[in-house]
């Protein structure tokens, strides 16, 4: 790995799209499809949009095997003043027929991806009936084949409301007539007390879609899922050179390392709008997540390498902070850094080097320094120089800086 010390610190990673359509096999036993129909609604394999350029980390960028996402389908509109359908409003387009509409294609249903296809599953084990395109029969118009079709998905599905995160729902079944609204929780309880230890594991990589007027003839469902949130995790920098017939002279070891402060935990999507944003509240949690923990091993860090805390074969990225960020986050005026993220964000580590006794050290109410994008993984490098510890952020030229903040940390 090249060394470089400077801001920006390019990553690529490749996106995958997959092709194969999500169709149910016939597996011999009815309630597994034996009986599928070419009526049936299936779903290709679902991709991951990427709006961020490829030279940067993303978050999952790529549906994963045994993936299960909720989906919430539409077509038929209610009349104006009845909860009776108005069959002749399904060739409408959404923005007509939204306001009027209920779940009448299907409401929170699970679709599990086995790394092929898609079937209508919450485990890959059971199977749930597929949901099927409207006919002429069923709805007493013969243009059944031009009714358009919309399709909310969602990630993480959870099919219970009453943990207390993950996705809700309204409205609140399928019969309700309204526009729909997606709020999702974070999986970390509303408090205020800062030593409260977290789990980066809780966090699932949170993502929607949306299709809007599908007709039948043009075949499978394709979701291309956006990401909500964004990623923060931790490299350091041994920048000191290798001291010759010594090489562990210059070693950094790092005891521990952590990040706490009080974070955005619920974000809220409405399709009321024709280009549908997450507004995240001012609704917070608090604690800290630890990346390298006091009792566990540390890490040690030769002379001039560098090391992504976290990494390993199952997480070749490393530990990664998935935060919910607010986008439209205004400062307060105690600081210039605007809590995209969070407030109060610090980070704390204890380390020792060449040979000189352990210290720990704090950088306070640290700020990404931009306008954080959903779907990106942010690195915050923490290099080590002679006797100094500099914190600087991955970036690149074409992200937006806010004023003033175009500054290295350095602490003694």
Not at 8 to 31: D, M, Q, R, S, V
Not at 249 to 260: G, H
Not at 363 to 385: A, D, K, M, V, W
Request: hydrophobic content about 35%.
């Amino acid at each position: 790995m090249n060394i470089r010390i400077y801001k920006c610190l390019a990553y690529t990673l490749p996106l995958l799209f997959l092709h194969t359509a999500c169709l149910p096999e016939n597996i011999g036993e009815k309630n597994e499809w034996s009986e599928y129909s070419h009526n049936d609604i299936t779903f290709a394999s679902p991709t991951i949009m990427m709006n961020t350029p490829e030279t940067r980390a993303t978050l999952m960028n790529n549906i994963t095997q045994n993936t299960v996402f909720g989906v919430l389908g539409y077509c038929v509109p209610y009349q104006l003043e009845s909860d009776i359908d108005n069959y002749q409003g399904g060739t409408s387009d959404w923005l007509v027929k939204k306001s009027l509409s209920h779940a009448d294609v299907m409401y929170k249903e699970p679709i599990f991806y086995d790394g092929a296809k898609c079937v209508y599953s919450k485990d890959g084990i059971t199977f749930n009936e597929p949901k099927h395109w409207y006919t002429s029969d069923e709805a007493k118009v013969t243009n059944t084949d031009l009714f358009q079709y919309t399709f909310i998905a969602y990630h993480p599905y959870n099919n219970s409301e009453a943990a207390g995160s993950g996705f809700s729902v309204t409205p609140a079944d399928e019969k309700t007539r309204g526009i729909p609204n997606l709020t999702y929780t974070m999986p970390y309880p509303a408090s205020t007390d800062i030593r409260t230890e977290l789990n980066t594991e809780d966090a699932q990589d949170v993502m929607i879609a949306a299709v809007f007027d599908h007709v039948p003839t043009q075949g499978d469902i394709q979701l291309d899922f956006r990401h909500l949130l964004t990623g923060l995790r931790l490299q350091i920098n041994n920048y000191n050179p290798t001291v010759a017939n010594n090489p562990n002279a210059n070693t950094v070891t790092i005891r521990s390392l952590s990040i706490d402060g009080n974070f955005y935990r619920v974000g809220n999507v409405d399709f009321t709008p024709a280009d549908p944003t997450l507004t995240v509240t001012d609704d917070k949690y608090s604690g800290t997540f630890p990346f390298i923990k006091n009792d566990g091993q540390p890490l040690s860090i030769s002379p001039n390498s560098a090391a992504i805390v976290g990494v390993s074969e199952s997480k070749p990225q490393g530990t990664t902070l998935l935060l919910l960020p607010k986008l439209d986050a205004q400062a307060d005026g105690s600081t210039s850094a605007v809590p995209y993220l969070g407030t109060n964000k610090n980070i704390h580590i204890t380390y020792s080097y060449h040979g000189q006794a352990e210290q720990t050290k704090t950088i306070s109410n640290f700020s990404l320094g931009r306008i954080p994008e959903q779907g990106t993984c942010y690195t915050i490098n923490l290099n080590f120089i002679g006797d100094q510890l500099l914190l600087m952020f991955t970036a690149d030229d074409i992200e937006y800086w806010e004023n003033g903040s175009d500054n290295d940390i350095i602490i003694n």
